[in-house]
């Protein structure tokens, strides 16, 4: 089973619930793998605190001119549609930040003047923490593009009984790349114009690549009722809704999971896991949520 915990947008509570639901299953006897593909400011650690066995580059390829073999024709620069090469005066210039590594101009060259050369874009590290085993996407300070790093994590997801992926808020291409093939995917909103409004964009975009998903709304006792009124019509299971809780956000400004706040949220978090069950199993009987 793999599971997603995506948010239209940050803040939302998003890894309270993706690390809350690792390690109450982990204190159910499941084994767990925690995925933390918010690449760009992963904080999943701060929770889990994993002792880190292991980290390893990633690396993309990026295009290398030799000027000495180059005939300025400019047909690498024409390939690229991400304006990543280009023929600038007499000489060819690479922006790394815009290349995507597709291998386009590579393969035009008449002069084989181009070789791929592998850069650093970010790193993987992984170990063990509460119990869960831990991986973290980490994108390069600086680097533009983190697709490249979310895939590189993706393929730790294992043979452990559940997976669970950590995705970056929004729903731009680092999400899709997050959630894309997972069984399941958890919104997490929470209900005010702003959390609505995200939620409809992140709804549309699992709707368009076809995952079971379901919502879970933090902070539920406050704001308006817009977000349910929305989930009755759309027909979107509520999975969870978690209280506005003091000490939740005092647990959360420590470090400390849900989890620890008390029993009632571990109960919690078996019962969000046990809704995902149900609606996975649902699905695979060809019914779907629309
Ligand atoms: S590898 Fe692709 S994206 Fe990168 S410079 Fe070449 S054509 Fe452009
Ligand atoms: S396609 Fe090759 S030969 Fe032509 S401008 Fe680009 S690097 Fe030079």
Do not use: W
Not at 259 to 265: A, F, L, M, Q
């Amino acid at each position: 089973m793999i599971i997603s915990v995506a948010s239209g947008k940050g803040g939302t509570g998003k890894t309270t619930v993706a690390t809350g639901l690792a390690v109450a299953l982990v204190q159910k006897g499941q084994r767990v793998t925690y995925l933390d593909a918010d690449v760009e400011e992963p904080n999943g650690h701060i929770f889990l605190k994993p002792e880190i066995e292991h980290t390893a580059d990633v690396t993309v390829l990026i295009p290398e001119v030799d000027h000495n073999k180059c005939n300025l024709c400019g047909a690498c620069a024409e390939i690229c549609q991400f304006n990543a090469i280009a023929v600038i005066g007499n000489k060819v210039m690479v922006f790394p930040s815009l290349c995507i590594s597709c291998g386009g101009c590579y393969e035009v060259c008449p002069e084989h003047a181009i070789t791929e050369v592998p850069q650093p874009v970010g790193q993987i590290r992984n170990g063990v923490g509460r119990g869960v085993r831990f991986y973290e996407g980490r994108l390069t300070v600086g680097e533009a593009i983190s697709p490249p790093v979310i895939k590189a994590l993706r393929k730790a997801e294992s043979d452990m009984d559940v997976t669970i992926i950590d995705a970056p808020p929004g729903t731009s291409c680092p999400v899709i790349e997050a959630i894309n093939n997972t069984d399941f995917v958890i919104l997490v909103t929470e209900p005010t114009p702003f959390g609505l409004n995200d939620l409809k964009l992140a709804v549309e975009m699992v709707r368009e690549i076809g995952v079971p998903h379901g919502v879970v709304i933090n902070r539920a006792d406050i704001g308006n009722a817009e977000v349910e009124d929305y989930c009755h019509l759309e027909g979107l299971g509520i999975l969870l809704r978690i209280p506005f809780d003091r000490n939740i956000a005092t647990a959360y400004s420590r470090g400390e999971l849900i989890t620890t706040v008390g029993n009632r949220y571990l109960t919690m978090m078996d019962e969000l896991y046990q809704h995902i069950t149900q609606q996975v199993n649902y699905a695979g009987t060809g019914n779907s949520q629309r």
